[in-house]
């Protein structure tokens, strides 16, 4: 049995959580190629050349590690079914609505439920950013900020499931930000985060 955070990788498992390239290398429509060079740039300008084949383990080991909440995208030059939302866009809201508004009420029914479990009183502040996963359904992977007891904020992470053919949202769970243990480099002067095993 899997834990609720835990991400499924079996690609026979209906709620596998498994990137894929969305086309084959220099066959993605102008679409795809315009919204890529939004999330990382125009590819003759970016540092990292890792093969297909390093791109699509790479990605997918960002998703397991981090259970699909902190991916760099900037270092891909596939289009994966697996991507970020661009919040300032109408992609997934109708307009006027743009995506960090549906995102965000998808966050506070989130933090509503963890309330109402939890016993707490923390209040949504704003989207931080959100992945998705295309499927059969899409799952939202979404940080955000919460406000607690003496406005003191919080990143908070949830996992919402929006089924194709049902049209509705299955709130997985939600939970403050696991904590990222930080040590100091002492020869380069500067904090490096350590990602934890999960």
Known sequence: MTSEYEIISDP????????????????EPKKA???????????????HRFTR???????????????????D????????DFYPALLNESSFAEKPETDRDYFGRLAKEA????????????????????????NSGFTYFITFVVKGHNDVTQIFQA??????????????????????????????RKAVKKRRNN
């Open 53 to 71: 084949d390093e791109e699509y383990h790479l990605i997918n080991e960002q998703i397991r590690k981090t259970q699909g909440f902190d991916v």
């Open 159 to 188: 996992k919402v499931i929006n089924v194709f053919c049902r049209e509705e949202f299955e709130h997985c769970f939600c939970r403050p930000k696991p904590i990222q243990q930080v040590e100091c480099d002492k020869d380069s």
């Open 12 to 27: 026979f498992h209906p709620k596998c959580i498994r990137a894929f390239s969305m086309y084959r290398p220099g066959e």
């Open 33 to 47: 190629k315009r919204f890529m060079e939004r999330v990382r740039g125009k590819e003759e300008d970016m540092i």
């Open 111 to 134: 933090i509503q439920d963890y309330n109402n479990r939890q016993g707490t009183s923390f209040e949504f502040v704003e989207v931080d950013k959100a992945n998705i996963h295309m």
């Open 73 to 80: 995208f900037s270092m891909f030059r596939v289009f994966f």
